[in-house]
C-alpha cells in the first residue's frame, strides 16, 4: 500500500498491486496462553477464586464490545453479533477482535471450574458444568476458525488449535471418553512442545507450564483405558505433590495394587485399614523409594519426603478421630492391643522413620556443604549444626523405643537400640570436634575415645542397614586420623605455654596483654607501664551480676491490733464538744440534758 498526498495535504492510502505483501503486514496476532495466565494469575486464580476470574471476563468483554464496536444490541432489546472473519478482514482490523472469542471461552471455562467445586456437596451441577464446558469448547472452535481464515500468523494458529483441543480434552474428560480425551490432550501437548521449542528462551516458560498440567490428565486417561503402569505414575505423581485433590482418582487407582490395601501386615500381625485417608496414604508409600531413588537432587529427595509426612500426619489423625468416635475402642483391654491401635502405632512408627530418613538427608546435605565450604541459608555449616542435627535422630529413636504397645517387645528394643549406637557414634564425633574447637583436647580425645567403642559394637551387631555401616566404616578411619590432630595441637599448646613461662622466667622484657590489675602477684618487666598509655586497668570495667533490691510486702497489717492513741492525739476531745450551733440551741432550750 502506498500513501499519497492530495491537494490539502491529506493523506490517503492507494492500494498497489503486490497484495500478498500487504497482506503479510497487516495480519493479526494473540498471545493467547501468555494473556489468560497473566489474567488468571491477577484475577483470582492464584487463590482457586474461579468466579472472581469469571466476574473479570464478563468485564472486560463488555468493554471490548464497546471499544470494538460491536454491541448485541441495546437495553432493551438482545441481538447476537458475533466476531466474524469480515472484522477480521475489515481496514480498521485489530488485534482485540480476536479477545472476544477467547473471553467467552474464558468465562464458560470459568464457570464450569466454578461448578466442579461446588458440585461436591451438590451433584445435579455436574451436569451444568458439563454444558459450559460444551459453551467453552464452541467459543474455542469459533476463536480456532478465526484464526485459520488467513487473516492471523502461524503462532496465532498455532496457539488457537492448542487452546481449543485442550478444551476439547477437558470436556471428554468429563463426559469419560478416556481415548478420546486423550488424543485431544496429547495433540494439545505436541503443539505446545513444539512452540516451545521455536520460541526464544524467555518466552518458553508459559508453554512449559502447561505441558506440565497437561500430565496429570494424560496418565489418568492412560490409566482407564488399561495401561498398568499408569497407576504407580498416579501414585507417584501424588507422592511428589504434583497433583492436588486428587483423592477421588487416588481411589480409582489404588484398585489394580495388591489387595486394595484392605489389610496391612506388620511384625508378624495382620490389620484391617478402614480409613480412607489411610489406605490412600498406604498406596502412596509403596513407590516412595522409587521416587526417593529417581530424584536427581538432595533437596527433591527431602520435598518427597515432606510431602509423604504430611499425608502421614493426615492418616494418623484420621485414625485418631476413629478412636475418640467409637467408645468401644477407648475401652479395649490393654494385654491386647486393638486392630486400630495397632495400625496408629504402625503408622506413628512409619512417620518416625521417614522422618529420620529426611534428617539423615539434611545432614548428607550439611556434611556436602562443610567440605565444599558452601553456605546453606547464608550460614556457614559447623561442627554444631551437625551434632543438632544427630541430636534431633537419636530423639527420634527415643520415641520409636516408646512406642504404645511395644516398651516390653524385647526384639523391637534391641533393633532400634543397634541403630541408636550407630548414631551415637556420629555425634560424639562432631561433639569430639566442637571441643577440639574451644582448645579442650583432654575432653576431644575422650569423646574419640567413647565413639570409637561406639563404631566397633555396631559394626560386631551385623547391622542390616548397608549405607549406615559403609558410613561407619569411614568413620572409623576418620576417628584414627582426628586421634592424632587433637593429640599434635595439645603438645603444641603445651609448647606454646612453656615459651610463655621461659619467657617470664627469663627477666626479660615481655609484653603481656593481662592488665597490672589482674597479675599483681607476679612480677614482671612490663615496658608498657611506663608508656603513654600503659595496661593498668581495663576500661569500662566489665559487667558483673548483682543481687537485685529485695521486695517487701506487709502481709501481717491486716492481723495486728494497734493501741488506741486517741488521747494523746485529741481526737476524744474533739468528740465530747458540742455540735456546733446545733448543740447550742439543744442547751438552751434543755434539750439533750440527762437526768441525773
Known amino acids: 500500500m502506498v500513501v499519497l498526498e492530495d491537494e490539502a495535504g491529506d493523506a490517503k492510502p492507494v492500494p498497489t498491486e503486490d497484495k500478498e505483501e500487504g497482506k503479510a503486514t497487516n495480519l493479526l496476532t494473540l498471545e493467547i496462553f501468555r494473556i489468560i495466565k497473566d489474567a488468571q494469575q491477577q484475577h483470582g486464580l492464584r487463590h482457586g477464586d474461579y468466579q472472581r476470574y469469571r466476574g473479570y471476563c464478563s468485564r472486560r468483554l463488555r468493554r471490548l464490545r464497546k471499544v470494538l464496536k460491536i454491541p448485541q444490541g441495546d437495553r432493551r432489546h438482545y441481538r447476537r453479533r458475533d466476531v466474524t472473519t469480515v472484522h477480521l478482514t475489515a481496514a480498521n482490523a485489530e488485534n482485540r477482535l480476536l479477545g472476544v472469542p477467547l473471553l467467552q471461552a474464558e468465562r464458560a471455562w470459568a464457570h464450569a471450574m466454578q461448578l466442579r467445586q461446588e458440585a461436591n456437596t451438590e451433584p445435579r451441577k455436574k451436569f451444568h458444568l458439563i454444558a459450559r464446558l460444551k459453551k ?25 488449535g492448542a487452546y481449543a483441543a485442550w478444551l476439547g480434552g477437558a470436556l471428554l474428560l468429563e463426559l469419560q471418553q478416556w481415548r478420546r480425551a486423550a488424543d485431544s490432550l496429547q495433540r494439545a501437548q505436541l503443539v505446545l512442545d513444539n512452540l516451545s ?130 467408645p468401644k475402642l477407648k475401652s479395649a483391654s490393654e494385654l491386647q492391643m486393638s486392630g486400630i491401635n495397632y495400625l496408629l502405632s504402625y503408622l506413628m512408627y512409619l512417620r518416625l522413620v521417614r522422618t529420620i530418613d529426611r534428617n539423615n538427608l539434611l545432614v548428607q546435605q550439611a556434611e556436602h556443604a562443610r567440605k565444599n565450604n558452601i553456605q546453606i541459608d547464608g550460614k556457614k555449616v559447623r561442627p554444631h549444626d551437625l551434632t543438632r542435627l544427630y541430636e534431633i535422630i537419636l530423639q527420634n529413636f527415643t520415641e520409636l523405643q516408646q512406642l504404645p504397645g511395644f516398651e516390653s517387645d524385647a526384639v523391637y528394643q534391641q533393633e532400634i537400640e543397634t541403630q541408636m549406637k550407630a548414631y551415637r557414634a556420629f555425634r560424639c564425633y562432631y561433639i569430639a570436634q566442637v571441643l577440639t574447637g574451644l582448645r579442650r583436647f583432654r575432653e576431644a580425645l575422650a569423646m574419640l575415645e567413647r565413639c570409637d567403642s561406639y563404631v566397633t559394637e555396631s559394626i560386631a551387631s551385623k547391622l542390616t542397614d548397608k549405607q549406615l555401616l559403609d558410613k561407619l566404616q569411614i568413620l572409623k578411619k576418620d576417628i584414627e586420623s582426628c586421634k592424632f590432630e587433637v593429640h599434635a595441637d595439645s603438645v603444641l599448646e603445651d609448647d606454646e605455654d612453656q615459651e610463655e613461662e621461659n619467657k617470664y622466667m627469663s627477666g626479660k622484657p615481655h609484653k603481656d596483654k593481662k592488665p597490672l590489675v589482674d597479675r599483681l602477684d607476679e612480677y614482671r618487666e612490663d615496658t608498657q607501664v611506663l608508656t603513654k598509655n600503659p595496661n593498668i586497668y581495663k576500661m569500662p570495667p566489665p559487667m558483673e551480676a548483682i543481687p537485685c533490691k529485695p521486695l517487701f510486702f506487709d502481709l501481717a497489717s491486716n492481723f495486728i491490733e494497734f493501741p488506741n492513741l486517741d488521747d494523746k492525739t485529741g481526737a476524744a476531745d474533739s468528740k465530747k464538744q458540742g455540735a456546733g450551733l446545733t448543740g447550742l440551741v439543744k442547751g438552751f432550750l434543755g434539750w439533750g440534758k440527762s437526768d441525773k
Open 197 to 326: 521449542a521455536a520460541l526464544p528462551e524467555d518466552e518458553r516458560l508459559v508453554y512449559k507450564q502447561k505441558v506440565e498440567e497437561l500430565k496429570p490428565s494424560l496418565r489418568y486417561c492412560a490409566y482407564n483405558i488399561g495401561d498398568e503402569s499408569a497407576a504407580g505414575d498416579l501414585v507417584a505423581m501424588r507422592g511428589q505433590g504434583l497433583i492436588e485433590n486428587l483423592d477421588s482418582l487416588m481411589a480409582q487407582a489404588k484398585e489394580s495394587r495388591s489387595g486394595i490395601m484392605h489389610e496391612v501386615e506388620w511384625r508378624g500381625r495382620r490389620v484391617t485399614v478402614r480409613p480412607e485417608k489411610v489406605r490412600l496414604f498406604l498406596i502412596a508409600l509403596q513407590d516412595l523409594d522409587k521416587s526417593v531413588a529417581n530424584a536427581q537432587t538432595v533437596e527433591a529427595k527431602i520435598d518427597i519426603l515432606e510431602n509423604i509426612l504430611m499425608d502421614c500426619k493426615d492418616a494418623i489423625s484420621a485414625i485418631k478421630d476413629e478412636i475418640k468416635s467409637d
Open 136 to 160: 467453552a469448547c464452541s467459543h474455542a472452535q469459533t476463536l480456532l476458525q478465526l484464526c485459520e481464515s488467513g487473516a492471523c500468523d502461524a503462532r496465532t494458529q498455532l496457539e488457537a
